[in-house]
C-alpha cells in the first residue's frame, strides 16, 4: 500500500512515480519537469496495433499531489483542459491524484467528456 503523504509537498517526486509507472505499462513518456507547465505535467502516447494497422493516440496527464495536506482536488486545480489538450493535439486526458477528487471535479470531467468527445480518466 503507498503512503503518498510520504512524499514531498512539492509534487515532483509524485510525478515521478506516475511516469515510472507509466513507463512500466510500456507507454511513450515524456515529463515536462520542474517549473510551468501550464497544466501539462506528462505527457504519454499510446500504441495501438491491431491486425491492419497501428494507431496512436496522445494522451495529456495532470498529477495533483495534495496528500500531505489531506485536501480534495476541486474544479479550480485544473484550469483549462480543453486548452491544454488542444495545446499538445491530445486527445485524452488523465487525472492522477493522491486524494480524492471533488465531486464538482466528477462533474467537470464527465461534462468535459461529453462536450468534447475526449476520453477523460
Known sequence: MLDFTELPEDGIKFEQLIRELLVLEEFE?????????GGRD????????????????????????SANAGKSIGREQLGNIAGDCSAISAEGFILVC???PTANLVTRLGDFRLMHKRPIF
Open 98 to 100: 493522491s486524494t480524492q
Open 29 to 37: 513518456t515524456h515529463w515536462t519537469g520542474v517549473g510551468l507547465d
Open 42 to 65: 506528462l505527457v504519454i502516447t499510446e500504441k495501438l496495433v491491431g491486425e491492419l494497422s497501428e494507431y496512436k493516440r496522445k494522451w495529456l496527464v495532470s498529477c495533483k499531489h
